[in-house]
């Protein structure tokens, strides 16, 4: 069975012979590897070509600059697999990855299928961390039952609605439904691709293996990218895919209190990560904005939902940033925040 694998490519020349080696060693062999260059400027386009001539499985095309969604959307226009993965040019999957996807969401008939992943956190010269991120209950879920999955909420747990790249999808399923990436939209793509799964999705499967590597650089100059930038449309991004979820849940009668609780624990959560880059010590924001935005944040009327209910689930987790959320102390969250920013990127 055809499995097409598409690799967004920009000025990736750094990694991106590790991420194809890594889908070309997959032990499902059957694949149709699909390097889409979005206007590179560094020597990608030479290697893109040359890893083509390695493998007769792989198709390379290049495009003008248009952004990572309009990239994955060329690669949707080319697929001629029966079912689809997507693998960020920076990042690898597991050797068994494409067979293990690929069993569950044809056995269960499904229109996507996911499974955990490996959060890698780098720098120049070693590998900081590797932390396992887990989907939640693993099993086959219809639409309303994958849904109520979000009451099991959960630190970091996001419960297969944050990226498209821990999946393997039914080509049929996205172009029936016409989905597609949210083209010059940099930041929460892959939410806003996720979101129009779960609307027309019937059936979902969880499967706990971790088969995918996601690498996050420890500093911005590593390797700069939108997930790198920290400007105001990160926490915008953000905003509007929880409100999207949340009208999405409501749209499908999916609405109680345990679901509520679930996510605005994620949403604390992923909001304190953004603080943490805002206050990051190679922030482009100033004192006065930085101060504005943590304020536009800490007052927003979901976060003054979110940080009524919230409670830590495991020793782990900060007590002191939901604190001061709840307080909404905009000038100690900005001194703290920058203080765990230098303990978590130096």
């Known amino acids: 069975m055809l499995v097409s694998i598409i690799v967004p490519v920009y000025n990736a020349a750094a990694f991106l012979r590790r991420c194809v080696q890594s889908i070309a060693g997959q032990t499902h062999r059957e694949l149709e590897i699909i390097l889409v260059d979005d206007g590179s400027s560094d020597a990608t386009p030479e290697l893109c070509i040359a890893l083509a001539e ?16 309009a990239a994955r959307n060329t690669g949707l226009d080319l697929a001629c697999g029966e079912y689809l993965q997507f693998v960020d040019a920076d990042d690898t999957l597991e050797p068994e990855a494409t067979a293990r996807l690929l069993e569950a969401v044809s056995r269960a008939d499904a229109d996507f299928a996911m499974a955990g992943h490996w959060r890698v956190t780098y720098n ?12 939640g209950r693993s099993g086959v879920f219809n639409r309303s039952d994958f849904f109520r999955r979000f009451a099991d909420g959960g630190y970091l747990v996001y419960l297969g609605w944050e990226y498209c790249w821990d999946k393997i999808y039914s080509r049929a399923f996205l172009t029936n439904n016409q989905v597609t990436f949210p083209v010059g939209m940099r930041l929460s793509e892959d939410r806003m691709f996720m979101l129009q799964c779960l609307r027309h999705c019937r059936t ?26 920290f400007e105001h449309s990160r926490w915008q991004a953000h905003q509007h895919s929880f409100d999207m979820l949340f009208s999405l849940i409501k749209e499908h009668g999916c609405w109680s209190d345990d679901v509520a609780a679930g996510i605005y624990k994620d949403y604390v959560n992923t909001m304190v990560v953004v603080l943490y880059r805002y206050c990051r010590a190679d922030s ?17 009327p979901m976060m003054r939902d979110a940080i009524r209910t919230y409670k830590p689930g495991s020793p782990a987790e900060n007590k002191i940033m939901p604190f001061l959320l709840r307080w909404s102390c905009s000038r100690l969250l900005a001194v703290y925040a920058a203080y765990k920013a230098r303990k978590i990127y130096g």
């Open 124 to 135: 120049t010269s070693s590998v900081l961390s590797e932390k396992p991120q887990k989907m």
């Open 284 to 300: 482009t924001a100033d004192r006065y904005n930085r101060l504005r935005h943590i304020r536009e944040i800490t007052e927003h």
């Open 204 to 229: 979902a499967v969880v499967i706990p293996d971790l088969l995918y590597r996601h690498y996050l650089p420890a500093q911005r100059d590593i390797h700069a990218s939108a997930s790198t930038v």
């Open 54 to 69: 390695e493998d007769s499985r792989i198709r390379y095309v290049r495009q003008e600059n248009k952004g990572v969604s």
